[in-house]
C-alpha cells in the first residue's frame, strides 16, 4: 500500500467534495461542542463538591423571641441552655465528629444577613431580634450530620438543625440535570454527524464509482479501495473535533476562570489546564465516529 497514492485520493476526493467536508467539520464541530460542554460541567461539579464540602456547616439554630417551634415553647434560648449545648459540643461523644465550632450571636447574623442581602430591599424590613443565634459546625466527616442532628433536635433551647450541604445538593442536582441535557443533545449531534458523514462518503464513493471499478479490475485490495474514503471522514472529524477543543478552551478561560472567577471569588472553578484533558477523549470520539460510519457504508458501494 503506498502512502503517496492514498494522500493523493484524499486530496482529490476533499477538492471534489469541499462543500460536504466543511458541513461534517461543523457538524462535528457543534455535537462536540456539547459533548466537551457536558464533560466540563461535570468536572466542575465534581471541584465544586470536593471545595464545598470541605467547607459546609451543620447550623444549630437556637430559640428567638420569634420562633414556633415545639421545642421553643418555654421562649428564646437562655444563657445556661447555651452554655449546656457547649458542653456537650465538647463532650468525647460529640467532640469525635466535630472538627470545630463556632456561635454565631444575633448581631453577628444580622451583620452576615446584611452583608448577604446588600441589594435587596428586604434588608430594611429585618431586625436583629428576628435573626437566630446558632452554632456552627464543621465536622470532620460531613456525612456524619445525622449524628449531630440526633443529639442536639431535642435539647432544650434549639429550634433547628439544619445541615447546609442539603442546599449544596440542590444546586448540584440542577447542575447535574443541565450535565444530563447537554449529553441529551450532544447525542442526537453525534448520530446527525454520523449521518452526514455516511451520506458524504456515500456520494464521494458514487463520484468515484469508476475509478474503484478499474482499482478492482487491477487487483486493488478491498482496503486500498476503502482507506481514502475512511481517511476523509476521519479527517474532518478530526477537524471539527480539534475546533470543539477551542471553543471548550475558550469558554473555560474566557468565562470561568476569568469572568465567574472574578465575580465569585470564593468559588473553585477548573483550570484550562483540566480542561486540556477533554481534548484527546473528543478527538478520539470524532475519529471513531467517522471511521464506524464511513466502514459500514462503504460495504455496500464497494461490494456492488
Not at 256 to 270: C, M, P, R, S, V
Amino acid at each position: 500500500m503506498r502512502p503517496m497514492f492514498i494522500f493523493g485520493e484524499i486530496v482529490n476526493g476533499l477538492r471534489r467534495n469541499l462543500s460536504m467536508f466543511i458541513s461534517v467539520v461543523l457538524v462535528t464541530f457543534v455535537s462536540l461542542t456539547f459533548v466537551g460542554a457536558a464533560g466540563m460541567l461535570q468536572m466542575q461539579i465534581n471541584q465544586m463538591k470536593g471545595y464545598w464540602y470541605d467547607k459546609v456547616q451543620v447550623a444549630i439554630f437556637l430559640c428567638s423571641p420569634g420562633s414556633t417551634t415545639a421545642n421553643c415553647s418555654s421562649g428564646p434560648v437562655t444563657k445556661e441552655q447555651q452554655d449546656n449545648l457547649r458542653k456537650l459540643l465538647d463532650s468525647d461523644a460529640v467532640r469525635q465528629y466535630v472538627n470545630d465550632y463556632q456561635f454565631e450571636s444575633q448581631q453577628e447574623a444580622y451583620a452576615h444577613f446584611k452583608e448577604q442581602f446588600a441589594n435587596s430591599p428586604i434588608v430594611d424590613s429585618v431586625t436583629p431580634d428576628q435573626l437566630p443565634s446558632s452554632f456552627r459546625v464543621n465536622l470532620k466527616d460531613p456525612q456524619k450530620y445525622q449524628i449531630i442532628s440526633e443529639s442536639f433536635s431535642s435539647q432544650p433551647g434549639v429550634e433547628s438543625v439544619i445541615d447546609q450541604r442539603q442546599i449544596l445538593e440542590k444546586l448540584f442536582s440542577a447542575m447535574n440535570t443541565a450535565s444530563i441535557v447537554a449529553i441529551g443533545i450532544a447525542a442526537i449531534m453525534i448520530v446527525c454527524a454520523a449521518l452526514l458523514i455516511a451520506t458524504t462518503i456515500r456520494l464521494s464513493a458514487f463520484m468515484r464509482r469508476k475509478e474503484t471499478a478499474i482499482m478492482r479490475l487491477v487487483g486493488a485490495s478491498k482496503a486500498v479501495i476503502q482507506l481514502p474514503f475512511i481517511l476523509e471522514g476521519v479527517l474532518a472529524a478530526v477537524v471539527g473535533a480539534l475546533l470543539a477543543s477551542g471553543a471548550i478552551w475558550a469558554i473555560s478561560h474566557f468565562f470561568l476562570t476569568g469572568y465567574l472567577a472574578d465575580q465569585y471569588k470564593q468559588t473553585a472553578f477548573i483550570s484550562d489546564a483540566q480542561t486540556l484533558w477533554l481534548v484527546p477523549a473528543l478527538i478520539a470520539l470524532g475519529a471513531v465516529i467517522a471511521g464506524v460510519s464511513s466502514l459500514f457504508t462503504l460495504r455496500k458501494p464497494l461490494n456492488a
